[in-house]
């Protein structure tokens, strides 16, 4: 489960931030949109602390379980609420359960 959270750089363990956003095609606008993020934002944001794990990037077999793995695990879950999506304020109930750290963004052309 969620074997990139266990990457090492230098002999040390990055830490992981688990980004949760709307699943949907690979050429959605949503999509496109969360690889956006992660490249553009996050990235940066993060530098090479971290490890960034999408749930577009989990194999599709065990989706579920792995997805509530890193809610609980990662050391920092980013959550784009953009899309209004239930799963994507599903997952980040569980996060908020676990009192860890946790940033909600939010298109600012979004609802």
């Not at 709307?22 to 940066?44: C, F, G, M």
């Not at 899309?83 to 940033?103: A, Q, S, W």
Request: charged share 25%.
């Amino acid at each position: 489960m969620g074997s990139k959270n266990n990457q090492k750089k230098g002999g040390i363990r990055m830490k992981t931030a688990f980004f949760i956003c709307a699943l949907k095609e690979a050429d959605s606008p949503e999509r496109k949109r969360s690889r956006y993020v992660q490249d553009n934002i996050l990235t940066p944001a993060l530098g090479d602390d971290f490890n960034i794990l999408l749930p577009i990037d989990i194999p599709r077999n065990i989706i579920t379980t792995d997805i509530v793995h890193n809610l609980k695990e990662a050391d920092l879950v980013v959550c784009d609420i953009t899309d209004l999506n239930p799963n994507v304020f599903y997952e980040l109930g569980i996060r908020h359960m676990t009192g860890k750290p946790c940033i909600i963004l939010r298109a600012g052309n979004s609802k």
